[in-house]
């Protein structure tokens, strides 16, 4: 699976737009780009996935960029509920179509203050 | 609808025992992931599960196992347990297609003493 690098971590006003950046510029063609996130203690939480297409769902937008090689996560109005670590992925698909692990890294933890 | 379920939640135990940890997909999930979590070494993939075969592992000792069962209920053991084997085990499930997310549940923070 392609290698992910995301900033160790940000701050955003509430009710502003979070902006999470994600470089992946050695993903494959048949490569999906995922995003989960973590509040302390409680398992990833599901947020959005893409693979060439900007995607836009209740939770969140992902830009992915016209080469793919790197995405950003928005969150348009975020809360405090939102502080957690963003964790950026990029999963295979087998030939045969089966499911790939998702591998984690250290994830953006993002602070959204008053 | 239900979510991903784990038992227990907490669990301490001794250096050299075994342990088994249970997980409950939402219905209809046939895939069913085990994730190891620590401070030093982040989330980890240990094992997946679809139609009660292994489909992919991790790299972790022998002593890490699991299996499913045919109503997709999940368990994974863990044999002679050491002290670095205290972590936060996450389960996920999905229905196993190619860009089915996952669901994850709480967890079973395990305590090695």
């Known amino acids: 699976d392609a290698k992910t690098t995301q900033p160790p971590s940000m701050d955003c006003a509430e009710g502003r737009a979070a902006n999470l950046p994600c470089n992946h510029s050695?993903?494959?063609?048949?490569?999906?780009v995922y995003w989960y996130r973590q509040i302390h203690s409680q398992g990833p939480q599901y947020i959005i996935h893409g693979l060439k297409n900007n995607e836009t769902n209740e939770m969140a937008s992902l830009i992915i960029t016209e080469d793919r090689k790197s995405s950003t996560l928005i969150l348009p109005h975020a809360t405090l509920r939102d502080t957690a670590v963003y964790y950026c992925?990029?999963?295979?698909?087998?030939?045969?179509?089966?499911?790939?692990?998702?591998?984690f890294g250290t994830g953006t933890r993002l602070q959204v203050t008053l | 609808k239900a979510g991903v379920t784990q038992t227990p939640r907490y669990l301490i135990k001794t250096r050299g025992q075994q342990v088994t940890l249970s997980c409950s997909p939402i219905s209809g999930h046939r895939s069913v992931s085990w994730y190891q979590q620590t401070p030093g070494q982040g989330l980890q993939f240990l094992f997946e599960?679809?139609?009660?075969?292994?489909?992919n592992k991790g790299n972790f000792p022998g002593r890490f196992s699991g299996r499913q069962f045919s109503n997709s209920r999940s368990e994974m053991n863990v044999s002679t347990l050491e002290l670095g084997d205290s972590a936060l085990y996450l389960c996920a499930s999905s229905l196993g297609d190619r860009v089915a997310g996952y669901t994850f549940g709480s967890g079973t923070r395990l305590t090695v003493v």
């Open positions: 599960y679809f139609s009660e075969t292994q489909r």
């Open positions: 992925i990029v999963r295979a698909q087998t030939l045969t179509g089966t499911a790939s692990k998702l591998t």
């Open positions: 050695t993903i494959s063609g048949n490569e999906y």
